[in-house]
């Protein structure tokens, strides 16, 4: 009975969330233009979407910001941490309290403030400002997945690579790089996911005429959104749920698969030899 | 960058770092140029987050002049702005409630299952996050319609339908469900640390459920509780988009009236002095929050 009352738990919780994700898809399948009637079953907007200039554009503004703004905060993030582990405890503090402004802040305030920013410098408003804007808050994820793994990759390794003759750079990349590996991966990652995401902090420092995906859809709110919109995001859903279903299960399966290959090279090799 | 040099620690200073290596001149200048590699950071921070910030609270205290002024923050005290601070305030805290009312259970079921089945099913949790928020409210509009989805389907089975559209309410219920994954996600990994142990204890002492839950389970996971407060109160009071799509315009959050001031009104002034406002409330419910996480460590200790 009390497992039974969880699975139905369970079960609510998922139609709450999945509820509009299958309405969105069900739209885009929908030849009616009006959300609320049904016009029969259709793959125009899919044709439709790749046929708008506006929708290409906006997702290619979406995609390259995101790129870009998690390779470079990556960067600038793991150059950070690198720097901050060596600073005295009281500036390393510092450091880091000002680097918790941005997640700690509301984006509209930091979207707001970039914008009386970029303004008062004359910085004109369009896709370089969006760019920055998204390096800025993405800084602080990245810090925040690698300053963990720094604090506990050992010096001790790096400082015996460099007294078997490493140069400090080596000793980094070879000995460092890979015990941070994980964070930075985890940092990159969600950085892209909160650019591609974001909409509140996009919205007041674009300019004119540039459009990431989020923005289109709000200036499309009262007009009505196209449905090509409904169609564009299903699939990108469907690309997601694709990539991450590989991504964590792919691993167990190669692994699977690389044992039982090596089992059967091991005996082809050496038949008399057992594997343990 | 001499800025920079100042930070280093004068010879004899650095203690830790004297006793982990004898040969204190050449760390000293490793550490430096460790520490110029954080450069790019600082001036980042320094100029796209601390800088603008400055820059809000200038236009928040001045007038259109340029002098010093204290009307655009107390404009908060003209009703039309206190009403909306308050409805904010209010809806942000029932969302909250709400989500962790929802999330507490449902991370209690997470806990107790598998191993290998909760990791999907938190898999499951965080997927929705990945379609853009903006259409998951947006379709929202289409469930909750006079003529939506779920009416449809109530009348199919001769219920009466619902008409909370444009209310507070479907504020509400965007707010919950647009921030709900950052509720469950610090519950679920503040209670999955729990010793099964610990639990085990509990009941062989002669607790039951409710007794569990209230003596060990919620005094374990407060970090957790804390966290996805704080996760799920802050963009629920701040929000423009989800009044916005969902109140049709018929419920002005403080975020509202703030984007208004900026896009419509281009009142940059005010905008920045109700943002200041909004600031404060942000911080100060944070204060809070890590003060009761705080107090309560402090009496666990005690105890």
């Known amino acids: 009975m009390k497992k039974f009352g969880s699975k139905l738990y369970l079960g609510l919780i998922l139609l709450f969330l999945y509820a509009p994700i299958v309405t969105l898809m069900v739209l885009s399948f929908n030849s009616s233009k009006s959300r609320a009637v049904w016009g029969g079953f259709t793959l125009d907007w899919y044709a439709q979407m790749f046929d708008s200039p506006k929708i290409m554009g906006a997702l290619y503004n979406s995609l390259t910001i995101a790129l870009i703004a998690s390779v470079v905060a990556t960067i600038i993030g793991l150059l950070a941490c690198i720097g901050i582990q060596a600073m005295r405890r009281s500036t390393r503090t510092f450091w880091l309290t000002l680097n918790n402004i941005p997640m700690l802040n509301a984006d509209i305030v930091t979207g707001l403030s970039l914008m009386i920013c970029f303004g008062a410098f004359g910085i004109s408003l369009g896709y370089g400002s969006i760019l920055v804007a998204h390096i800025a808050f993405c800084i602080p994820y990245v810090i925040l997945s690698i300053m963990p793994r720094i604090k506990t990759a050992s010096a001790g390794t790096y400082e015996a690579a460099q007294d078997l003759g490493a140069s400090p750079f080596k000793a980094f990349v070879k000995v460092v790089l890979p015990e941070l590996m994980p964070g930075i991966v985890a940092g990159f990652l969600l950085s892209f996911t909160m650019s591609l995401d974001d909409f509140v902090i996009s919205y007041f420092v674009r300019g004119r005429g540039v459009d990431t995906l989020s923005t289109l859809i709000y200036t499309q709110v009262r007009r009505g959104i196209v449905p090509s919109m409904y169609a564009l995001s299903t699939l990108i859903f469907v690309v997601v749920l694709v990539v991450l279903l590989v991504q964590n299960f792919a691993p167990g399966w190669i692994e699977k698969q690389a044992i039982k290959r090596k089992e059967r090279k091991a005996l082809k090799a050496d038949p008399t030899n057992e594997i343990a | ?303």
């Open chain 2, 1 to 303: 960058m001499s800025s920079l040099d100042k930070k280093e620690p004068p010879a004899g200073e650095g203690s830790t770092a004297a006793l982990a290596c004898p040969v204190r001149p050449r760390v000293s200048k490793s550490r430096l140029m460790r520490e110029l590699l954080a450069g790019p950071f600082m001036a980042w921070i320094i100029i796209f987050t601390v800088v603008p910030l400055a820059l809000m609270f200038s236009r928040g205290f001045t007038d259109k002049a340029g002098s010093f002024t204290l009307d655009n923050v107390m404009a908060i005290t003209n009703p039309i702005y206190f009403k909306a601070l308050v409805l904010a305030l209010e809806l942000s805290v029932v969302a909250t409630v709400v989500c962790l009312l929802l999330a507490y259970p449902l991370a209690l079921i997470l806990r107790g299952m598998k191993h290998g089945s909760a990791g999907a099913i938190v898999f499951i949790f965080v997927l929705p996050m990945w379609m853009n928020s903006l259409l998951r409210t947006i379709a929202w509009q289409s469930l909750l319609e006079k003529e939506g989805v779920i009416n449809g389907l109530l009348g199919v089975l001769g219920l009466p339908g619902i008409g909370i559209i444009n209310t507070p309410a479907a504020v509400v219920l965007g707010m919950v469900y647009n921030y709900l994954p950052f509720m469950v996600l610090p519950l679920y990994n503040a209670l999955a640390k729990i010793d099964d142990d610990i639990i085990d204890a509990s009941h062989d002492l002669g607790a039951n459920f409710w007794a569990t839950l209230r003596h060990v389970l919620i005094p374990q996971s407060v970090a957790g509780i804390v966290s996805g407060i704080t996760m799920v109160f802050v963009p629920s009071l701040t929000t423009f988009v989800v009044s916005d799509i969902l109140g049709g315009g018929k419920v002005a959050l403080i975020g509202n009236l703030i984007e208004q001031q900026f896009t419509v009104s281009y009142d940059w002034n005010t905008g920045a002095g109700l943002s200041i406002v909004l600031m404060v409330f942000v911080l100060a419910s944070m204060a809070v929050m890590n003060a009761f996480d705080k107090s309560d460590m402090a009496s666990r200790k005690v105890a």
